[in-house]
């Protein structure tokens, strides 16, 4: 990862903080991506850039645009953002199935596009999404943030399938249930050690990143904990 170039979206979220740690110990050089605040200004080592919303397309390629003309080039991406919603089929009409296909599915493409825009020109790349273990067979109550991650899940597939031949890698990494202090906070009674913890998912992500993954495109990763 040395002296590489790595755009982080979500940098200032629970993974955001593990996958900076992560990219900055290998020598990357991190641009951090989040919605203007406190987290994302107490990041420290990094370039950080504040957009509100990547589901808006506009926004998102103005700086992936920016990003390039600024740093040379664009090496790597990972793309955290997204969103969760627990809800019985009572409570799951369309406005949410809308929330969570916008929070995770347009946020994806707006990223994907826009950095492989630049990857092309370079002719090299690699990028890391998000998905959800939730998203391989979806259980009560996760109907609509699972089918927006299996959305996430086809089009890591589909963009890798079509980039392959272009030196541009596409994967993702699917957690179980990370140990962060609002999903503690959520379920008192669980047992936290048997979690996935963000630097596990991180280390993962950096791997997918690295040259040492270089024969790996579009891999769905389950990085599951000892659940």
């Known amino acids: ?13 629970n993974l955001g903080r593990a996958v900076t740690s992560s990219l900055l110990a290998g020598g990357a050089n991190v641009i951090a991506l989040d919605r ?11 370039h950080t850039i504040a957009i509100a919303d990547l589901a808006d397309e506009a926004a998102c390629t103005s700086t992936f645009s920016g990003i390039a003309a600024t740093f040379g080039r664009i090496d790597g991406v990972v793309h955290t953002v ?5 809800a019985g089929l009572a409570d799951s009409g369309p406005a949410l199935f809308e929330q969570q296909f916008r929070m995770n599915v347009l946020t994806t ?12 020109i370079a002719g090299h790349g690699s990028i ?9 067979r979806a259980p009560s109550g996760m109907a609509a943030y699972a089918g927006a991650k299996s959305a996430v899940h086809r089009l890591v597939e589909s963009f890798a399938d079509e980039l392959k031949t272009q030196h ?10 990370m140990d962060t202090p609002q999903n503690r906070a959520d379920m008192p009674d669980a047992d936290p ?9 991180a280390e993962t992500i950096a791997f997918l990143l690295s040259d040492a993954a270089s024969g790996i495109t579009g891999a769905l990763v389950p990085v599951a904990g000892r659940g």
Request: net charge positive; proline share 6%; hydrophobic share 55%.
């Open 128 to 136: 890391v999404a998000v998905g959800a273990g939730a998203a391989l």
């Open 82 to 86: 997204g969103g969760f919603a627990y």
């Open 36 to 46: 203007p605040g406190p987290g994302l200004a107490a990041l420290q080592g990094v």
């Open 109 to 120: 493409l707006n990223v994907l596009r826009a950095a492989i825009a630049h990857m092309r």
């Open 1 to 13: 990862m040395h002296g590489k170039t790595i755009v982080l979206t979500g940098a200032a979220g």
């Open 168 to 177: 541009i890698r596409v994967n993702a990494v699917l957690p179980s249930t």
């Open 193 to 201: 050690a048997l979690w996935t913890k963000p630097s596990e998912v």
